[in-house]
C-alpha cells in the first residue's frame, strides 16, 4: 500500500483501536479518527480520562484500523502530541460527524471546554498492514 492509500483507507473506516500502557499495563481501546493526511492522523478524547493520562505519561502508541470488508489491518506506531489549538477544537466540535460534541461544548463555559477537549496527532508514524494472504510475509513499512 501507498501512503495515500493508507490514509484512504483510515477515513474510510474511522473507528480504531488505540494501545497505550498504563505502568506497565497495555491498554486498548476503540476511538474515532478526526482526519488522517499528510499533517497526520488526528483524533480527540477528554483530559478526565485515563487514556489522556496514559497518553501524557507514555506519548508512544499504536493505532489499528481494520477495513473488515476488504480483509484488511492497519497498524501504526509512533509518538502523539497533544495539539492546543482552540481553532482547530472548534473545528472538530462542530464537524457534521461530531454533533455528539456539542452538548459538552455548549454546557460548559467556553475556556472550561478548550481546556478539557484533547486533541492529539500523530505524525511520521510507520504503517504495517496485514491482509491473511500475507498473514507469513515479511513485515513492509510504510512512512506516513
Same mark, same amino acid.
Given at each position: 500500500?501507498?501512503? =495515500?492509500?493508507? *490514509?484512504?483507507?483510515?477515513?474510510?473506516?474511522?473507528?480504531?483501536?488505540?494501545?497505550?500502557? %498504563?505502568?506497565? =499495563?497495555?491498554?486498548?481501546?476503540?476511538?474515532?479518527?478526526?482526519?488522517?493526511?499528510?499533517?497526520?492522523?488526528?483524533?480527540?478524547?477528554?483530559?478526565?480520562?485515563?487514556?489522556?493520562? =496514559?497518553?501524557?505519561?507514555?506519548?508512544?502508541?499504536?493505532?489499528?484500523?481494520?477495513?473488515?470488508?476488504? @480483509?484488511?489491518?492497519?497498524?501504526?506506531? @509512533?509518538?502523539?502530541?497533544?495539539?492546543?489549538?482552540?481553532?482547530?477544537?472548534?473545528?472538530?466540535? %462542530?464537524?457534521?460527524?461530531?454533533? *455528539?460534541?456539542?452538548?459538552?461544548?455548549?454546557?460548559?463555559?467556553? =475556556?472550561?471546554?478548550?481546556?478539557?477537549?484533547?486533541? *492529539?496527532?500523530?505524525?511520521?508514524?510507520?504503517?504495517?498492514?496485514?491482509?491473511?494472504?500475507?498473514?507469513?510475509?515479511?513485515?513492509?513499512?510504510?512512512?506516513?
Amino acid at each position: 500500500m501507498t501512503k =495515500q492509500e493508507v *490514509f484512504e483507507l483510515m477515513s474510510r473506516n474511522p473507528v480504531f483501536h488505540l494501545a497505550t500502557a %498504563e505502568d506497565d =499495563q497495555p491498554r486498548v481501546r476503540g476511538m474515532l479518527l478526526y482526519k488522517a493526511d499528510e499533517s497526520g492522523i488526528l483524533f480527540h478524547t477528554g483530559t478526565m480520562k485515563d487514556v489522556f493520562k =496514559q497518553i501524557m505519561e507514555n506519548p508512544r502508541a499504536e493505532l489499528c484500523f481494520n477495513d473488515f470488508k476488504n @480483509g484488511i489491518q492497519v497498524r501504526v506506531s @509512533g509518538k502523539l502530541e497533544l495539539v492546543d489549538d482552540n481553532n482547530l477544537k472548534d473545528e472538530i466540535s %462542530e464537524h457534521p460527524s461530531r454533533k *455528539f460534541l456539542k452538548p459538552w461544548k455548549e454546557s460548559s463555559d467556553l =475556556q472550561d471546554f478548550y481546556n478539557t477537549f484533547a486533541v *492529539f496527532r500523530l505524525r511520521n508514524g510507520i504503517a504495517n498492514t496485514w491482509t491473511m494472504e500475507k498473514n507469513f510475509a515479511p513485515k513492509e513499512e510504510i512512512e506516513l
